[in-house]
Protein backbone atom coordinates (compact mmCIF):
# COMPACT_ATOMS: atom_id res chain seq x y z
CA UNK A 1 0.00 0.00 0.00
CA UNK A 2 2.27 2.52 0.89
CA UNK A 3 4.12 1.62 -2.41
CA UNK A 4 0.86 2.35 -4.00
CA UNK A 5 0.49 5.86 -1.93
CA UNK A 6 3.91 6.96 -3.36
CA UNK A 7 2.66 6.77 -6.61
CA UNK A 8 -0.20 9.05 -5.60
CA UNK A 9 1.97 11.16 -4.31
CA UNK A 10 4.66 11.67 -7.20
CA UNK A 11 1.21 12.03 -9.41
CA UNK A 12 0.17 15.11 -7.48
CA UNK A 13 3.83 16.83 -7.26
CA UNK A 14 3.62 16.57 -11.21
CA UNK A 15 0.33 18.07 -11.17
CA UNK A 16 1.34 21.16 -8.63
CA UNK A 17 3.53 21.92 -10.80
CA UNK A 18 2.00 22.20 -14.17
CA UNK A 19 2.86 18.68 -15.74
CA UNK A 20 0.00 16.98 -17.53
CA UNK A 21 -1.82 14.84 -14.97
CA UNK A 22 -4.44 13.63 -17.09
CA UNK A 23 -3.19 11.90 -20.55
CA UNK A 24 -6.37 12.25 -22.24
CA UNK A 25 -6.27 16.11 -21.63
CA UNK A 26 -4.94 16.42 -24.69
CA UNK A 27 -7.64 14.57 -27.39
CA UNK A 28 -10.44 17.14 -25.35
CA UNK A 29 -8.24 19.63 -25.82
CA UNK A 30 -7.82 18.96 -29.50
CA UNK A 31 -11.30 17.75 -29.70
CA UNK A 32 -12.70 21.40 -28.84
CA UNK A 33 -10.49 23.19 -30.84
CA UNK A 34 -11.63 21.51 -33.96
CA UNK A 35 -15.09 22.29 -33.02
CA UNK A 36 -14.07 25.62 -32.51
CA UNK A 37 -12.46 26.08 -35.78
CA UNK A 38 -16.01 24.36 -37.30
CA UNK A 39 -18.14 27.02 -35.33
CA UNK A 40 -15.79 29.46 -36.33
CA UNK A 41 -16.04 28.46 -40.22
CA UNK A 42 -19.65 27.85 -40.14
CA UNK A 43 -20.07 31.57 -38.08
CA UNK A 44 -17.45 32.84 -41.58
CA UNK A 45 -19.58 31.80 -44.28
CA UNK A 46 -23.36 32.77 -42.69
CA UNK A 47 -21.24 35.89 -42.72
CA UNK A 48 -20.13 35.87 -46.29
CA UNK A 49 -23.42 35.44 -47.11
CA UNK A 50 -24.53 37.99 -45.27
CA UNK A 51 -22.09 40.12 -46.95
CA UNK A 52 -23.28 38.92 -50.20
CA UNK A 53 -26.99 39.70 -50.00
CA UNK A 54 -26.32 42.97 -48.95
CA UNK A 55 -23.70 43.73 -51.46
CA UNK A 56 -26.82 42.79 -53.98
CA UNK A 57 -29.51 44.70 -52.16
CA UNK A 58 -27.01 47.58 -52.18
CA UNK A 59 -26.15 47.06 -55.77
CA UNK A 60 -30.26 47.08 -56.38
CA UNK A 61 -30.48 50.04 -54.63
CA UNK A 62 -28.48 51.90 -56.42
CA UNK A 63 -30.07 50.84 -60.12
CA UNK A 64 -33.25 51.76 -58.72
CA UNK A 65 -31.82 54.86 -57.37
CA UNK A 66 -30.50 55.84 -61.01
CA UNK A 67 -34.10 54.91 -62.59
CA UNK A 68 -35.83 57.41 -60.29
CA UNK A 69 -33.25 60.13 -61.19
CA UNK A 70 -33.19 59.75 -64.49
CA UNK A 71 -37.10 59.63 -64.57
CA UNK A 72 -36.96 62.77 -62.55
CA UNK A 73 -34.68 64.09 -64.67
CA UNK A 74 -36.88 63.71 -67.96
CA UNK A 75 -40.11 64.64 -66.20
CA UNK A 76 -38.34 67.86 -65.39
CA UNK A 77 -36.79 68.36 -69.03
CA UNK A 78 -40.25 67.49 -70.28
CA UNK A 79 -42.22 70.84 -67.85
CA UNK A 80 -39.76 73.01 -69.17
CA UNK A 81 -40.24 72.61 -72.94
CA UNK A 82 -44.04 71.78 -72.27
CA UNK A 83 -44.34 73.97 -69.69
CA UNK A 84 -45.66 76.53 -72.10
CA UNK A 85 -47.95 74.35 -73.94
CA UNK A 86 -51.39 75.57 -72.63
CA UNK A 87 -49.70 79.65 -73.17
CA UNK A 88 -49.19 78.33 -76.85
CA UNK A 89 -52.40 76.99 -77.73
CA UNK A 90 -54.46 80.47 -77.15
CA UNK A 91 -51.48 81.87 -78.92
CA UNK A 92 -52.60 79.92 -81.91
CA UNK A 93 -56.21 81.52 -81.61
CA UNK A 94 -54.71 84.69 -81.86
CA UNK A 95 -52.68 83.72 -85.19
CA UNK A 96 -55.64 82.25 -86.79
CA UNK A 97 -57.59 85.77 -85.95
CA UNK A 98 -54.92 87.14 -87.62
CA UNK A 99 -54.97 85.40 -91.00
CA UNK A 100 -58.44 84.98 -90.90
CA UNK A 101 -59.03 88.77 -91.17
CA UNK A 102 -55.93 89.35 -93.54
CA UNK A 103 -57.55 87.11 -95.98
CA UNK A 104 -60.71 89.04 -95.41
CA UNK A 105 -59.03 92.71 -96.23
CA UNK A 106 -57.63 91.10 -99.58
CA UNK A 107 -60.80 91.90 -101.46
CA UNK A 108 -61.34 95.86 -100.03
CA UNK A 109 -57.96 97.17 -101.54
CA UNK A 110 -56.43 98.15 -98.20
CA UNK A 111 -52.87 97.42 -99.23
CA UNK A 112 -51.38 98.75 -96.27
CA UNK A 113 -53.23 97.22 -93.85
CA UNK A 114 -52.84 93.63 -95.58
CA UNK A 115 -49.56 94.54 -95.69
CA UNK A 116 -48.76 94.97 -92.10
CA UNK A 117 -51.18 92.42 -91.08
CA UNK A 118 -48.48 90.04 -93.20
CA UNK A 119 -45.82 91.65 -91.00
CA UNK A 120 -47.06 90.74 -88.20
CA UNK A 121 -48.33 87.44 -88.65
CA UNK A 122 -44.83 86.52 -90.56
CA UNK A 123 -43.17 88.02 -87.12
CA UNK A 124 -45.54 85.40 -84.85
CA UNK A 125 -44.33 82.73 -86.99
CA UNK A 126 -40.72 83.61 -86.37
CA UNK A 127 -41.63 83.57 -82.77
CA UNK A 128 -43.77 80.15 -82.99
CA UNK A 129 -40.53 78.89 -84.57
CA UNK A 130 -38.07 80.61 -81.93
CA UNK A 131 -39.81 78.45 -79.27
CA UNK A 132 -40.64 75.02 -80.85
CA UNK A 133 -44.59 75.78 -82.10
CA UNK A 134 -44.22 74.70 -85.73
CA UNK A 135 -47.70 74.71 -88.02
CA UNK A 136 -48.72 71.48 -89.72
CA UNK A 137 -48.40 71.42 -93.44
CA UNK A 138 -50.64 68.42 -94.21
CA UNK A 139 -52.31 68.68 -97.63
CA UNK A 140 -51.26 65.91 -99.66
CA UNK A 141 -50.38 63.81 -97.27
CA UNK A 142 -51.63 60.93 -95.08
CA UNK A 143 -53.89 60.93 -92.66
CA UNK A 144 -52.84 60.75 -89.17
CA UNK A 145 -54.91 60.23 -86.25
CA UNK A 146 -53.16 61.86 -83.37
CA UNK A 147 -52.36 64.61 -85.53
CA UNK A 148 -55.55 65.41 -87.53
CA UNK A 149 -59.03 65.67 -87.63
CA UNK A 150 -61.28 64.73 -90.48
CA UNK A 151 -64.12 67.02 -90.89
CA UNK A 152 -65.25 66.83 -94.13
CA UNK A 153 -64.97 64.26 -97.66
CA UNK A 154 -63.60 65.49 -101.15
CA UNK A 155 -63.94 63.91 -104.35
CA UNK A 156 -60.48 62.64 -105.30
CA UNK A 157 -60.50 64.39 -108.60
CA UNK A 158 -56.29 64.46 -109.19
CA UNK A 159 -55.05 62.91 -105.33
CA UNK A 160 -54.55 60.03 -104.38
CA UNK A 161 -57.77 58.17 -102.31
CA UNK A 162 -57.07 58.59 -98.11
CA UNK A 163 -54.73 61.84 -98.75
CA UNK A 164 -55.59 65.09 -96.71
CA UNK A 165 -57.08 67.16 -99.75
CA UNK A 166 -58.01 70.27 -97.50
CA UNK A 167 -57.30 72.06 -94.32
CA UNK A 168 -60.26 73.97 -92.57
CA UNK A 169 -58.69 74.94 -89.59
CA UNK A 170 -54.09 74.61 -88.93
CA UNK A 171 -52.55 72.49 -86.82
CA UNK A 172 -49.73 72.99 -84.60
CA UNK A 173 -47.01 71.41 -82.67
CA UNK A 174 -45.19 71.99 -80.00
CA UNK A 175 -41.73 70.36 -80.14
CA UNK A 176 -43.04 67.54 -82.15
CA UNK A 177 -45.83 66.96 -80.02
CA UNK A 178 -49.34 67.89 -81.61
CA UNK A 179 -50.78 70.68 -79.26
CA UNK A 180 -53.70 71.18 -82.08
CA UNK A 181 -55.30 68.75 -84.35
CA UNK A 182 -55.61 70.26 -87.76
CA UNK A 183 -58.95 70.30 -88.96
CA UNK A 184 -58.89 68.19 -92.30
CA UNK A 185 -60.58 66.89 -95.82
CA UNK A 186 -59.96 63.38 -97.38
CA UNK A 187 -59.55 62.89 -100.81
CA UNK A 188 -62.51 60.08 -101.51
CA UNK A 189 -63.37 58.21 -104.22
CA UNK A 190 -67.09 59.85 -105.55
CA UNK A 191 -69.42 57.03 -106.26
CA UNK A 192 -71.61 57.44 -109.41
CA UNK A 193 -74.75 55.65 -109.97
Known amino acids: MRALAGLYSTAAEHCSRGNDCHGDDTVDNRSRAVTNVRMLEARASK???????????????????????RKTQKFVEDAKLFGIQSFCRDLVEVADLLEQTAKELEGEGTQKLQEELARVQDRL?????????????????????????????????????????????DGYKLHGRTIRHAHVGIAMETQEQ
Not at 59 to 69: E, G, I
Not at 145 to 160: D, K, L, N, R, S
Open 47 to 69: LEEQVRDLSEKYKRALADSDTVR
Open 125 to 169: QEVFTKHGLEKMKPVGGKYDPYQHEIVCHTAAEGTETGTISLVRQ
